[in-house]
């Protein structure tokens, strides 16, 4: 199955929650915290504009992104999580 968001809408790929603290100690499962971080993997055509035309998409497929811990909607996708937010709720993107 493949996902297309609408409108301004992004389908990101949290990255997985940290294993390890910095010093070594293996987290359970009820400790991890929800990841910020993920990877773009489908990107709307842009929000609608009162005169009909579609504003540009900032963010891009493939970027990584940081995004609030309560944004967005959380989907899974044959056995794979995904959140769907919309492009104002990305808080920016990461750079290499």
Known sequence: MKLKPLEDRVVVKPQEAEEK???????????????LMGKVIAVGEGKRLDNGSRADMTVRKNDVVLFGKYSGSEVEVDGVEYKILRESEILGIVEK
């Open 21 to 35: 603290t910095a010093g070594g100690i293996v987290l359970p499962d009820t400790a991890k915290e929800k990841p």
